[in-house]
């Protein structure tokens, strides 16, 4: 995972591959982003995901649960990994 930070925005670039093996690095990564000040929204972007487990995928809605009225959060993208893993479990996301 890749993180850029521009202000108060902060963007997650899911790697191609989003498994158990890199969840304990990318989760410290975002962990030190969501405690500094003056973040103020979040994009998680899935454009290069080609691969998703479950274990990666309790991550993402781990962020989106945490930082839900405290940030605004968008999910970009249009990772098909991504929605078919979502669609597997029954997930919707969004408005």
Do not use: H, P, W
């Not at 108060?8 to 990318?26: G, H, Q």
């Not at 973040?39 to 309790?58: C, G, P, R, V």
């Amino acid at each position: 995972m890749e993180l850029k930070r521009e202000g108060e925005r902060l963007t997650l670039y899911l790697s191609n591959s989003a498994t158990i093996f890199s969840i304990e690095e990318d989760f410290l990564k975002i962990n030190d982003e969501l405690v500094s000040n003056n973040l103020k929204f979040i994009e998680i972007n899935t454009s290069q995901l080609e691969e998703i487990d479950t274990a990666y995928l309790q991550l993402i809605l781990s962020i989106i649960n945490t930082t839900d009225g405290i940030f605004d959060l968008e999910i970009t993208g249009n990772s098909e990994s991504f929605s078919e893993i979502l669609d597997l479990y029954g997930i919707k996301l969004g408005g």
